[in-house]
């Protein structure tokens, strides 16, 4: 089944302990990308990929990383998390033939005290 | 930069009746159009797009949105709305920079 799978779907974590969302799809897809979602500011992009090794920053870039070593996986880091990243995260792939058209993970839901 | 606003947070039509969710854009060049919809406690889903061609595009699930270049608008509307379309509906636009912009998102509620 093509998908976007993201681990893990629900984190309780503390101020300044790093983490890592993994993201993963089994479309061969070039492009892949994350959101944040937040109520009344809909979806904003923090990082997107535009192949292997390529990577640059969306609207909303600041206290993340991203790596993109292989086309099939594209982790979110949070080096040190903070309450203001507390948020919905969404991780997204589509092919680059102008379509656009992006397929959306489950989500995770991360909460930072 | 470019941009998507949804001047409605809520929309409530009874089923059956026509459903109209408004999306205006701005963005430099030729834009590039989508429609997703998010059910409770789910990523994002694909709804339809336009890139070129014609202005009224169809989509899934019987919808169709309207391409209008001089009012930058592209309205999403379905003729008939049934209960299951209730949803949260995200416009999305961009241009040549690989980068989508979604709006703030549109809450859709159909009553039986």
């Known amino acids: 089944e093509a998908q976007v799978t993201q681990n893990p779907r629900y984190l309780i974590t503390v101020t300044g302990k790093k983490l890592t969302v993994t993201c993963s799809q089994n479309m061969n897809h070039e492009y892949m990308s994350w959101y944040r979602q937040d109520p009344g500011l809909g979806l904003r992009q923090i990082y997107y990929s535009m192949n292997v090794e390529v990577t640059d920053k969306g609207d909303v870039p600041e206290g993340y990383k991203v790596s993109r070593k292989e086309k099939r996986n594209f982790p979110l880091i949070l080096e040190s998390p903070s309450p203001n990243q507390t948020s919905l995260y969404f991780c997204?792939?589509?092919?680059?033939?102008?379509?656009?058209?992006?397929?959306f993970g489950p989500g995770t839901r991360l909460t930072v005290t | 930069a470019q941009s998507v606003a949804q001047p409605e947070d809520q929309v409530n039509v009874a089923e059956g009746n026509p459903l109209t969710v408004k999306c205006t854009y701005s963005v430099s060049g030729n834009p590039y159009l989508f429609w997703y919809v998010q059910y409770p406690n789910r990523g994002l889903q694909f709804l339809l797009k336009?890139?070129?061609?014609?202005?009224l595009v169809k989509g899934s699930y019987g919808f169709e949105a309207e391409f209008n270049k001089s009012q930058t608008s592209f309205h999403l509307k379905k003729p008939s709305a049934l209960v299951s379309d209730s949803a949260l509906y995200f416009c999305?636009?961009?241009?040549?920079?690989?980068?989508?912009?979604f709006g703030a998102g549109t809450t859709v509620t159909v009553r039986a």
């Open positions: 997204a792939s589509s092919l680059w033939d102008n379509s656009y058209e992006q397929y």
């Open positions: 336009y890139i070129t061609g014609d202005n």
């Open positions: 999305a636009v961009a241009s040549n920079d690989y980068k989508l912009s």
